[in-house]
């Protein structure tokens, strides 16, 4: 019937005019997703009011008790380069009721990334047997990595103990070539894989150096790196295996 609400997964007849709000909680319990059938489909991701207001409701609570308000959100990956509907509509509203700083958690790297680009491909092969070659743009440039939950440590430092209108660099202060971590990931395989250069993923232009220093925010806050560049990789590793394989178990089931 039109308007009415049915579980995720159920199949419908593709020839109604049927609307269908379709929720599950594979996700996030707060994403609704609404399916017009029939000649035009309507694809569109909102959040689900009730839980909403529930968030709303706990940051105006926190927003009468602190100074600071800091509200983490976990986000699953989203093609593109934009925010999803529903989340921006999440954010603005949650600023509105009084949060300071949204922070997005989680360990999902969009794979477009080098780093998470090269670890799909790479755990492909192991988990597959596909190709024996990976694909990347110029790996010979230096740069400044550090773990999502060392940054997320440092913001929180910078929240309770930063002076208003400083500017503090969050970095680790070391430098490595991509294709040094390239090779590591490589390395957690146990695969012999090839790096291949694809001149299509190439940037017009790359910086071959980009380096912080963190000396400031350390010297303020006694904030330090926690969580080596090797433990992130294999952290990163293996969460790509783990996604990859869900992914190949949900195909083979279709």
Not at 33 to 60: A, C, H, M, N, S
Not at 178 to 203: G, H, M, N, T, W
């Amino acid at each position: 019937a039109p308007g009415a609400h049915r579980p995720m997964g159920h199949n419908s007849p593709p020839d109604t005019d049927t609307t269908m709000h379709l929720t599950g909680f594979d996700n996030c319990a707060y994403k609704y997703l609404k399916v017009i059938l029939g000649d035009k489909t309507e694809r569109r991701w909102y959040p689900y009011q009730p839980d909403l207001d529930g968030f709303l409701e706990r940051i105006r609570d926190a927003r009468r008790m602190a100074q600071w308000v800091v509200v983490a959100m976990h986000n699953q990956d989203w093609p593109g380069d934009e925010p999803p509907e529903h989340a921006v509509t999440m954010y603005h509203a949650m600023i509105d009721a009084g949060a300071d700083i949204l922070v997005g958690t989680g360990p999902h790297q969009d794979r477009k990334f080098v780093l998470s680009s090269a670890a799909s491909q790479i755990a492909s092969i192991e988990l597959y047997d596909g190709e024996t070659a990976i694909y990347t743009g110029n790996l010979d440039v230096s740069r400044d990595y550090l773990d999502v939950r060392d940054h997320a440590r440092a913001l929180v430092l910078l929240v309770k103990r930063g002076n208003t209108g400083e500017v503090y660099n969050i970095c680790s202060g070391k430098v490595r070539t991509i294709r040094d971590l390239v090779q590591f990931l490589i390395s957690l395989s146990k695969c012999p894989i090839e790096i291949r250069i694809d001149p299509a993923l190439e940037r017009a232009i790359d910086i071959p150096l980009l380096v912080g220093s963190p000396e400031k925010l350390m010297t303020l806050t006694g904030w330090k790196p926690m969580i080596s560049l090797e433990d992130s990789l294999r952290d990163l590793y293996g969460e790509i295996k783990v996604r990859l394989a869900a992914e190949h178990t949900t195909q083979k089931a279709a």
